[in-house]
């Protein structure tokens, strides 16, 4: 037996409840792993309180991240006792998650902990670090350098867009930051590594064709009318890494950035990525962070805490990352 946020579906209302679990529930799988850490975040909350049609199945174990301890393995890759970390794949969607003391996944979505990182520090980092760091790695395979000039960050105040400042400083690129609240947000973008602050109002505009050239590169996380802005925006053989849709599905551009401008559209998805891709992500993760990007987590509950959590998260109540402790 082991312990689980459980959520069930009774007259087309979510129901959450922690109770315990038989072994023999658990999902298939090549790999099953002691839960040590996982989060709480925006997507887990719509899951959760039954406000977004986040859960394809019931029951389902909600968590799209977990870090633990392999217990029991069917591939020779991963050994009990060995630390693991999982991001993506659909957990706590359409496969259990993370939210219980035990979890069995696929072989290939597991990458092992790095030696210098723990379970609770990779929930630090979570999905939206690892995001960060393919969106990094997408403007190197694409042949930039900190020599290539400036790079803009989009939502630079959010998950994503702080991680992708922190790394790309300390590569030693010049980073342009993008945030909407610069008088309360610039000097903590700065203090991140941002040489420049943008405001958000000046990416806000409808795009033209082609404006004049500002960037050497760009890791974008909101898409649509300011995506089509940065495209415009982009120096002759530009690379963009986007990995966001907060803006919306469309894009109102034209062929022309990429015509006369060789200019790069890279798309990056952290859920489905590959495991040599994963795996190099959170080894450069556990070289690169500073000691003190690990402080910024909100808090750590335990999980009894989430469904009230949840609630909280939703109406937008909550700051910094939540971390839920399973053992």
Wanted: proline share 4%; net charge negative; glycine share 10%.
């Amino acid at each position: 037996m082991f312990k689980a946020l459980i959520l069930n579906q009774q007259d087309n209302k979510t129901l959450a409840q922690v109770g315990d679990v038989d072994n023999n529930q658990l999902p298939d799988g090549d790999v099953t792993v002691a839960v040590e850490f996982s989060s709480l975040n925006y997507k887990d909350g719509l899951a959760i309180t039954g406000a977004g049609k986040i859960i394809r199945q019931f029951p389902m174990v909600p968590g799209i991240d977990f870090s633990g301890t392999v217990q029991t393995s069917t591939d020779s890759r991963y050994q009990p006792g060995d630390k693991v970390v999982l991001t993506g794949w659909g957990v706590g969607e359409n496969h259990w998650g993370g939210m219980a003391e035990l979890a069995r996944v696929k072989a290939d979505w597991l990458v092992p902990l790095p030696a210098n990182l723990t379970c609770e520090q990779t929930m630090v980092i979570g999905t939206a670090g690892l995001t960060a760091m393919l969106c990094v790695q997408a403007l190197e395979d694409a042949g930039l350098t900190p020599d290539s000039g400036e790079i803009l960050v989009t939502g630079a105040s959010g998950g994503v867009g702080s991680v992708a400042v922190t790394l790309l400083a300390k590569l030693g690129y010049r980073v342009a930051a993008v945030t909407g609240r610069a008088s309360q947000n610039g000097e903590l973008l700065k203090q991140l590594g941002a040489t420049t602050i943008v405001e958000r109002s000046e990416l806000e505009e409808a795009a033209k064709p082609l404006e004049k050239q500002r960037w050497a590169g760009a890791i974008d996380t909101v898409g649509s009318k300011m995506l089509a802005k940065v495209l415009s925006q982009l120096d002759y053989n530009g690379v963009v890494a986007a990995c966001g849709l907060a803006g919306g599905f469309d894009l109102p551009t034209t062929v022309m950035p990429f015509i006369l401008r060789n200019v790069r559209l890279q798309g990056v998805d952290s859920v489905y990525c590959p495991y040599e891709k994963r795996q190099q992500a959170w080894q450069r993760l556990s070289e690169l962070l500073p000691a003190s990007f690990y402080q910024q987590a909100g808090q750590t509950v335990t999980l009894e805490q989430v469904p009230e959590l949840a609630q909280a998260i939703i109406q937008g109540q909550v700051t910094g990352r939540t971390l839920v402790k399973l053992s």
